[in-house]
């Protein structure tokens, strides 16, 4: 950008602020994916009508627009590629209401996501979706790409929670999506279109969530397996015997003994593989289906089945699985966080590929995740100053893609496309139904202002890793 | 159509049938709603390959092609109002797959959505959105429409259990978009675009259904009310007690009168209202819930609450739920069924503005419907052959709409807008709403091609049910 736009965007966020400084530009040039990106401007303000005002210009002067909440992003949502204007939406933080008579929740895009699950439980009422970053994600992210998250097995990802929307669109219009009713068929559905599309076709200001009463009791349940086989055998043994599990998780060797080794949680680190499985709803209900599954998990060959004694022991078990993103990235600094997801009898299959991918290609790689849903995690961790390692990575990635999709999954259950997947989107798709795709994107705008080098390859685009 | 085109169509359905007789086209002139509108051919096939093939010549030719299931739309979704091809999808129903490992259904879009209820339930599982229509309407209507019912309120519509289409494009291409996963994100979401597009966007010629295991047990309890407002207080109640009922609907005075003549059901016509509420899940939850419902009940007033003795005596109450539209019909002939939806909190206040209605324009109209998600329908039965009535109607309705988009509602919360309702698209969505979903229409289908006249306003277009 000249002197001249960066003069034109001060004019335009009068109440804002405009950031030049090449060490403020910094802190807004990753995310939690791969690859560093300097914006040439950032943009700072909680006012529409500027940002309005913002597009509006970007589409005179063909300046990049992306937009960020805290850009925990896996996929490089957020990431500004081609350099123009990060707008941090996270300073758009001032709605956050529950309403307990219409069971819904109108949140400004900036709230964090676990700030709205507050609110609510203090009502007695819940929003389910409940991304592992959900301590520091805003909300607005989570509806870019349609987090998810260990709920979504039986309670859906955020798209299913969000009923209205408030939308700049790039080329700087105001659009109202849906509404405060949980049924609405007027028109095309815009606000599950928004939802999930990555930031590319507008920029969400505000947000009608749906909310439903909290459960009133939870359970956990730990099962620990000789094989990942018998875990997966035990899975689908529960999910066909009547009981939804509100989590059902599932963490291999390699998971559990990273995570010992970062922090000690009392985890079987001599077994194949634990799931964890968390049943909510009506107190005399969940006890009862405790029971069964404990009973369906012997059956199957679990060496243990252990039940926390109380709430505390109950918090640490849920504690180790969330430990283990950050106890990985001890054993090399580089995480390759995938979320290539089949369908859930497929999962014992799957693992068995990843181990072959693992050998093969010489990789740590751990695998953990979402069991339930067929959502797994496969990570891989290396150190990328190592080119030729990182390579390695490449090649394990892409194959890893090709697994999920020959199983009949496909290429990213919650992270999203981003940058690191677009070269794969026809491998799952067809030409033609990216081609569909890109026909929306080029319709609602037309001069590839907003988010522009996300979700669709660019010809010739293939995986990178070595920088 | 001249004889040419009609010939290029019969070269193109080699194995499916063209009717061209006026008898047949007849009965392919009218659905749920009103009007009457005879296409120029009607073509059958099964061949996803013979429909490929149609779609390329319609638009060489730029002739109208309109989709149709069994036609039990009630916004005129399927009418062909331009002519040219109805295309019957109700004969391509070949496919109906129950995948019990991994929870999912297969269907081709001629299934009766009732065969998919049966099927599911045999293998323990549960599709729940459960139109009036279900026993007659066909899946690919359901999922064109975007079809609600009663069980919406604790399940959601028909599209939160969509997770994979097969799709011809408007330019003859065929494309998949999700797939046999709960979780995808992989680009934008065009399986929830397509569904409720009302079969402007594409044809669908199969889906993946998402099901979950069948609750064990279900209860019904109905609440009798000397005023509206009690039983829309009762609701609120229920509501935001932490129980959520698998279905809460409203009947007043004027729909338990018209049943009661149909067919005796002992409902209590001298009652102003009453609410019939349904729980399901664990059988010890249900005993419970069950319970706290009739104090709740007792606590707002209700004249009496009567729990049905046996599932006999059950199955009785919900058929009278399901005798409102038939027994209305019999008042007068012609039925104008609505659907306008607002937030759950305004449910009293809605039902208060729909009486004052009534008597302004001094019109049969009776309100039933799902209370519990703020969708009610109002009824107006006329004659039509009665012009004066019937601009009469013409003007309630258009205040019905005022009145539900003023109390932060919507046009349509399950039935469409199709023809009916186009002309009120920019009272919801402003000009600028409606001209986004065009855009996309636009770009999809630049010739106009599939089922032109339905969702966007032709300029000046208003609602006339004089015919």
Known sequence: MNSRQIHGVRNVIASGRVLTDEADRYSYAYDGSFGTYLPDIVVQTN?????????????????PVYPRGQSTSLSGGPLPVY??????????????????QNLIAVVSPGVLTADIHKAAEQKGLFYPPDPSSSHVST???????????????KYGVTKDYVIGLEVITPQGELIRTGGATVKNVTGYDLTKLIVGSEGTLGIITKAILRLIPKPAATKTAMAIFDSLVDAGTAISKILSSGILPSKLELMDQASMVAVENYEPCNL???????????????????????????????????????????????????????????????????KISEDATVPR?????????????????????????????????????????????MRRVEQAVSEIFEAAIALGGTLSGEHGIG?????????????????????????????????????????????????
């Open 47 to 63: 006012k529409v009508d500027e940002i309005l005002d913002l597009m509006k210009f970007a589409n005179e002067e063909l300046i």
């Open 139 to 153: 909300i607005g992210g989570n509806l870019a790409e349609n987090s998810g998250g260990p709920r979504g097995l």
């Open 419 to 467: 940058l690191m997947k677009a070269p794969f989107m026809e491998m799952e798709l067809g030409a033609i139904g990216v081609q569909m795709m890109k026909r929306i994107k080029q319709s609602w705008d037309p001069n590839n202002i907003l988010n522009p080098g996300k979700i669709f390859p660019e010809p010739g685009q293939r995986l990178v890793l070595t920088e």
């Open 268 to 334: 079987p680190i001599d077994a194949a593989a634990m799931i964890l499985i968390e049943l909510d709803g009506h107190p005399m209900a969940v006890e009862d289906e405790l029971i069964k599954v404990r009973h369906l998990c012997d059956r199957v060959g679990a060496v243990e089945v252990r039940i926390p004694a109380n709430p505390a022991e109950e918090v640490e078990l849920w504690k180790a699985r969330k430990l283990v993103s950050p106890a990985i990235v001890r054993i090399k600094p580089t």
């Open 345 to 389: 009898s497929k999962i014992p299959e799957m693992c068995q590929r990843l181990q072959e991918i693992k050998q093969k290609y010489n990789l740590h790689l751990v695998v953990f995740g979402h069991a339930g849903d067929g959502n797994l995690h496969p990570n891989i961790v290396a150190d990328k100053s190592d080119k030729e390692e």
């Open 83 to 100: 350099g123009g204007i990060v707008l941090d939406m996270s300073v758009m933080n001032d709605v956050l209401e529950i309403d307990d």
